[in-house]
């Protein structure tokens, strides 16, 4: 078959993708007899389209996956989405009034989730299908929803387990409250934003003492008619005789008293603090100290209620700050007003400024939970990549809070509690059962009289028990999936996630299944644009992962992503990246046309290239041991760029070079036959990284068998490795790369023959490619000398000298310049060698081999420098 002039990913990403699904190369099944390799996805919400990020997570968990697969192992890769409560809430009930005219509030409960279903079915898998035009070679017959049945069942199994052990308990407590949602958060879904604000200063004035005021500071000036008290401390002298005195509330009749406590920090502020226990967790905390009155003045849609005043009841907190501040200063109540840096906390799904908020909630006892998912990964069992993150993660486990893991959602999990006509409740998983609890408490209950609460359980309630529940493991504690692929293997995901669900993952593994749930956990950064901004729609600075694989081929896409992107650090995005990528993969395409355009000479008897072929199977070599070590250490990024460089440099700069028959002529079977199968292990190699190219390629090298396809070749293995070989090679390459300089630099062709001389004590070196010596750098001969070549140019590798006969070409004074430059240089790295050989410490501790490697440095660089100094004396 002819090969295209240029590759065109749009011609064959389709086909190959189709190819392995048909031949189900993702499918997994159990298979005692080889060893697992599991991954399951970071279940993207169902209300999602790929982004970037989304792009960079599942390319790294796509190259772990394939080359997993590769190596011989069982390798799983289980996709899903998440149900996302918050989110796709929010989007069904705007869908709901913009297209259909219906508010939430005027159908029941069933009615609406029957509209979110729909909403589901047809909107949900968008960024699956979106995944597979990525290459991500997911299990696709796996594929879970965190509301699927088994997996419901899983979250109200766990629920009510948890609250039979005790850890489950419902009250009143102040919560993070989404005003735009109408749900409680947990402190995780608080995002804290920086940005200006205002500090209003507003006098109280004493009753009794016309005259006298205090003046507090606050950010919230809205909720001053919920003020409880005024506290000050104690000791502070300015004010510890105003204790037990009363104030007026600003704007209102009402009076509150001046209470002391030393909480107030004397030196902060003005040393009066306002106490507003129905909306500060603090001043809540204060509060039931003190036993005040909780007066609670913004409703859950964040309007101000009619305990504030009627002048501001219905009307937004926002709005109502404005006007109360204007009333006050009309009042001749507002001191001044300052601008101040502050952190407002956000809801992370709607964006709404989240107001404290008493609320009847469910919460989940962490501290003892936690214990072991601390002690698990500052051990090491389960491994961060990289290991900078440890310490976040100690400090959160280490002050880990109560989880509110109940949401005033219909979209979700139901919670499992149903309550009697007197108030009192049960928990169990079925009405049925819970009848029968209700029963044992009075034997008159009915289960027309049972109601179940109205809350659904935190979206993350459910997604924690993912590496668990995707294999029916609390269903089924011993059931053959979760036997054999529990504990999985790699969890790719953001750092802004390991409290989220990281954590609470770890902490279900060792709660439901006594053991961890990920052996390594590799954190990927966060794209941001050239400016350093991270991507988002706001901004308008993130493109469109599809239109970029259209325009660059998905295989571009991955590679450009992943050259940039070492785990834990952020990635810079730049477009470019995907054109190097794009780059790349035309030139692999090249070298193969290349390769296949040659015609073979069946009549050669032997290898031609020995010594080439030889070179090439140690340099494959040492870069493979180099790229099995940076998968060792997840460094993904490095591996890349050694595949990338071997395959560039090595293998289409030099090795193609030094094999390629010259113009007619044909190649020795033997060297061409090397020369494939090097061309196989490169593409086995990259594969996992360009997964497209690859498999066309390999398609194409020669007569397959429909199932004989890259996706399931035989990883490489590291062979031998002849250091010499490879030493006496880079020597030869670097003579080459300095008589190319100095045809440059006289600007004489490339296609002009030229002589060498060369003075050397190691002749056997060069001898070993001189073939390569004379084809590479065009020579006419190849002379070795005992003296210097008079009025030639000349160069110094190692100890040796190279003297390249130009005749009339030479300018003196240039040549010892740049033998000037070199024999500075070469006195700079021998200076610093020197100061590590004379360290103690470095000598004393430095492993033996590392030692002898610096010692030879120091003895090639006094060879260099004595060969400067003579060329420069001759000159």
Not at 50 to 64: A, K, R, Y
Not at 189 to 217: Q, R, S
Not at 520 to 541: A, Q
Not at 789 to 812: M, P, R, T, Y
């Amino acid at each position: 078959m002819e090969l295209a002039k240029t590759y065109s990913p749009k011609d064959i990403e389709d086909k190959w993708y189709q190819h392995w699904m048909d031949n189900k190369f993702f499918r997994s099944v159990p298979d005692p007899e080889k060893e697992p390799f599991t991954v399951v996805i970071p279940p993207p919400n169902v209300t999602g389209v790929l982004h970037m990020g989304h792009m960079l997570n599942n390319t790294i968990q796509d190259v772990l996956v394939r080359r997993a697969r590769m190596q011989g192992k069982n390798a799983c890769w289980v996709p899903g989405t998440d149900h996302a409560s918050i989110a796709t809430e929010a989007k069904v009930v705007k869908m709901l009034k913009d297209e259909q005219g219906i508010e939430k509030a005027d159908l029941s409960r069933e009615q609406f989730l029957e509209h979110a279903w729909e909403w589901k079915e047809k909107y949900g898998g968008i960024i699956l299908d979106q995944l597979k035009k990525l290459g991500a070679s997911c299990d696709w017959d796996r594929t879970s929803f965190t509301m699927d049945p088994e997996l419901s069942e899983s979250v109200i199994k766990v629920f009510v387990d948890l609250y039979n052990k005790g850890k489950i308990y419902r009250g009143v407590r102040m919560v993070n409250w989404d005003p735009e949602g109408q749900t409680a958060l947990s402190d995780e879904e608080v995002i804290h934003k920086e940005g200006t604000g205002k500090l209003f200063y507003i006098k109280y004035p004493v009753v009794g003492e016309e005259g006298t005021f205090v003046t507090i500071a606050t950010t919230r000036p809205e909720t001053i008619p919920a003020d409880s008290a005024i506290c000050v401390n104690p000791n502070d002298e300015r004010f510890k005789d105003l204790i037990g005195k009363k104030v007026l509330v600003p704007t209102t009749d009402r009076e509150i008293t001046i209470i002391g406590d030393d909480y107030v920090d004397i030196e902060f502020g003005t040393g009066c603090l306002k106490v507003t226990p129905a909306h500060d967790l603090n001043d809540y905390e204060l509060g039931i100290k003190h036993n005040l009155e909780v007066i609670d003045i913004i409703d859950a849609d964040g309007k101000i209620n009619a305990k504030a005043g009627e002048k501001y009841a219905g009307k937004d907190r926002f709005a109502v700050r404005k006007e109360f501040v204007k009333d006050m200063e009309e009042a001749g109540l507002l001191v001044k007003v300052e601008e101040i840096q502050n952190s407002v906390g956000t809801s992370e799904r709607t964006g709404a400024v989240i107001e404290p908020r008493l609320s009847m909630q469910w919460f989940l006892q962490m501290e003892e939970l936690a214990k072991p998912a601390l002690d698990n990964v500052m051990n090491d069992n389960i491994q961060f990549h990289p290991p900078k993150f440890k310490n976040m993660y100690r400090h959160w486990m280490e002050n880990v809070r109560d989880w509110c893991i109940s949401r005033q959602l219909w979209w979700g999990h139901q919670i499992p509690a149903y309550y009697l006509p007197n108030g009192e409740f049960v928990v169990a998983e079925t009405k049925e059962e819970a009848l029968k609890l209700a029963q044992a408490k009075d034997a008159s209950i009915t289960a027309e009289q049972l109601t179940q609460d109205d809350d659904v359980l935190d979206t993350w309630f459910s997604s924690w028990l993912w590496p668990i529940s995707v294999f029916n493991g609390i269903n089924e504690p011993e059931n053959e999936e979760i036997n054999y692929y529990y504990p999985t293997n790699d969890l790719v995901t953001a750092p802004e996630i390991l409290f989220f669900w990281v954590a609470r993952m770890i902490i279900a593994g060792y709660e439901w299944k006594g053991d961890l749930p990920f052996k390594n956990v590799y954190l990927t950064g966060i794209v941001r644009d050239k400016l350093g901004r991270k991507m988002s729609k706001s901004l308008g600075n993130s493109p469109d992962p599809i239109k970029l694989m259209e325009q660059y081929g998905a295989d571009g896409v991955r590679v450009g992503m992943l050259l940039s992107s070492p785990a834990g650090n952020d990635l810079p995005f730049d477009e470019k990246l995907c054109e190097q990528g794009r780059n790349f993969a035309n030139k692999v395409w090249n070298a193969f046309r290349l390769v296949k355009g040659w015609e073979v000479d069946d009549s050669s008897q032997g290898l031609i290239n020995e010594k080439s072929v030889e070179w090439f199977e140690s340099k494959f070599n040492q870069t493979l041991e180099e790229i099995e070590g940076y998968f060792e250490q997840y460094k993904l990024s490095d591996a890349l760029m050694a595949i990338y460089r071997l395959i560039w440099d090595d293998f289409c700069s030099w090795y193609l070079e030094m094999v390629k028959p010259n113009f007619g002529d044909k190649i020795d079977r033997p060297t061409y036959e090397a020369t494939i199968n090097f061309f196989e292990r490169l593409m086995k190699v990259l594969h996992p990284f360009m997964p497209f190219l690859t498999e066309e390629i390999w398609a194409n090298i020669g007569e397959r068998e429909e199932n004989d396809c890259i996706i399931v070749a035989e990883y490489p293995k590291v062979g031998a490795i002849d250091q010499d070989l490879l030493a006496r090679a880079e020597g030869v390459f670097e003579i080459i790369s300095n008589i190319r300089n100095i045809r440059n630099s006289k600007q004489i062709s490339p296609k002009e023959s030229l002589p060498l001389s060369i003075m050397t004590e190691t002749k056997e070196h060069f001898e070993t490619f001189s073939h390569v010596l004379h084809k590479m750098a065009n020579l006419e001969s190849v002379n070795f000398v005992d003296k210097a070549v008079e009025g030639a140019s000349q160069f110094v590798h190692k100890a040796s000298k190279f003297f390249v006969d130009l005749a009339d070409k030479i300018d003196n004074e240039q040549e010892k310049q740049k033998l000037q430059k070199e024999l500075e240089y070469a006195k700079g790295f021998l200076s610093s060698v020197d100061r590590k050989l004379s360290n103690e410490r470095f000598v004393n501790n430095a492993p033996e081999a590392v030692l002898n490697k610096e010692k030879q440095k120091k003895a090639d660089a006094e060879s260099k420098i004595a060969a400067l100094e003579e060329a420069l004396a001759k000159l």
